[in-house]
């Protein structure tokens, strides 16, 4: 795998196999995987970090055979974005092993690149569907997932693409142990409104929140990402939605 500034990524035979899929596994991604050439520092984070991180799906995979050593507590994270959350989230609680979801390259590299000087035991990463990976875990074996302003697809023709859905919280229902949180968040108030009556009308998950405040205002130990301190597409206004397992 090669690139550099002013270049385009490129994959090696091997490196495209590593991220080759099944055939029976379909992705379901939209949009470009990749906007703009690596640098030097990301392309060899990412050469160097993605194949000792990423995981290989195959069903009935558990969570706690993916790390060298046994963990307290086993997250995921959907659309990590450039990863400064995850990255706090490991250096936080490095007893916690965390799984990282990001389809997009940039992104992707950008992550690797802050963590490579990190002790890299408590993370494992998809550049994949995560609803691929979501799909073949085991049941009741993860203590929480976060979902952090994702995609609006504003557009209602697109709806059907938003990761928060009644077929996708079916699935988080069965992945989650019991008490476990569904952590979610968005500065699109028509994707808030979508987000709540989706999970709060489903069976498997009760929300937290008993008022107002509950929602509206930053959670205790929150960790704030770059693109909610710069204002969110220049909404001041974020939603946190947290539910629980039932």
């Given at each position: 795998?090669?690139?550099?500034?002013?270049?385009?990524?490129?994959?090696?035979?091997?490196?495209?196999?590593?991220?080759?899929?099944?055939?029976?596994?379909?992705?379901?991604?939209?949009?470009?995987?990749?906007?703009?050439?690596?640098?030097?520092?990301?392309?060899?984070?990412?050469?160097?970090?993605?194949?000792?991180?990423?995981?290989?799906?195959?069903?009935?995979?558990?969570?706690?055979?993916?790390?060298?050593?046994?963990?307290?507590?086993?997250?995921?994270?959907?659309?990590?974005?450039?990863?400064?959350?995850?990255?706090?989230?490991?250096?936080?609680?490095?007893?916690?092993?965390?799984?990282?979801?990001?389809?997009?390259?940039?992104?992707?590299?950008?992550?690797?690149?802050?963590?490579?000087?990190?002790?890299?035991?408590?993370?494992?990463?998809?550049?994949?569907?995560?609803?691929?990976?979501?799909?073949?875990?085991?049941?009741?074996?993860?203590?929480?997932?976060?979902?952090?302003?994702?995609?609006?697809?504003?557009?209602?023709?697109?709806?059907?693409?938003?990761?928060?859905?009644?077929?996708?919280?079916?699935?988080?229902?069965?992945?989650?142990?019991?008490?476990?949180?569904?952590?979610?968040?968005?500065?699109?108030?028509?994707?808030?409104?979508?987000?709540?009556?989706?999970?709060?009308?489903?069976?498997a998950f009760e929300w937290t929140a008993k008022c107002a405040d509950d929602w509206r205002k930053t959670p205790e130990n929150w960790i704030k990402t770059r693109y909610e301190e710069k204002g969110a597409k220049g909404s001041s206004?974020?939603?946190?939605?947290?539910?629980?397992?039932?």
């Amino acid at each position: 795998m090669v690139g550099s500034p002013g270049k385009k990524l490129i994959l090696s035979k091997a490196s495209r196999k590593s991220l080759a899929k099944p055939e029976h596994q379909q992705r379901r991604l939209y949009g470009r995987r990749q906007s703009r050439p690596l640098n030097t520092q990301r392309q060899e984070a990412f050469d160097t970090l993605m194949p000792k991180l990423q995981i290989e799906v195959a069903p009935a995979l558990d969570p706690k055979t993916l790390f060298p050593a046994s963990k307290t507590e086993h997250w995921l994270e959907i659309g990590f974005g450039n990863g400064e959350h995850l990255t706090a989230l490991m250096q936080t609680h490095p007893e916690n092993g965390y799984i990282g979801v990001e389809p997009y390259i940039n992104g992707m590299a950008a992550f690797l690149k802050d963590i490579k000087d990190e002790p890299c035991d408590n993370i494992r990463v998809l550049m994949d569907d995560a609803i691929l990976l979501c799909e073949n875990l085991t049941d009741e074996c993860l203590d929480g997932i976060y979902v952090l302003n994702p995609d609006p697809w504003p557009k209602t023709r697109h709806h059907k693409r938003r990761i928060i859905s009644r077929d996708n919280l079916d699935i988080f229902a069965r992945i989650l142990k019991p008490g476990a949180a569904l952590i979610m968040s968005t500065d699109v108030d028509g994707l808030a409104e979508w987000i709540v009556t989706q999970s709060f009308t489903h069976p498997a998950f009760e929300w937290t929140a008993k008022c107002a405040d509950d929602w509206r205002k930053t959670p205790e130990n929150w960790i704030k990402t770059r693109y909610e301190e710069k204002g969110a597409k220049g909404s001041s206004n974020m939603s946190y939605l947290i539910f629980k397992r039932i």
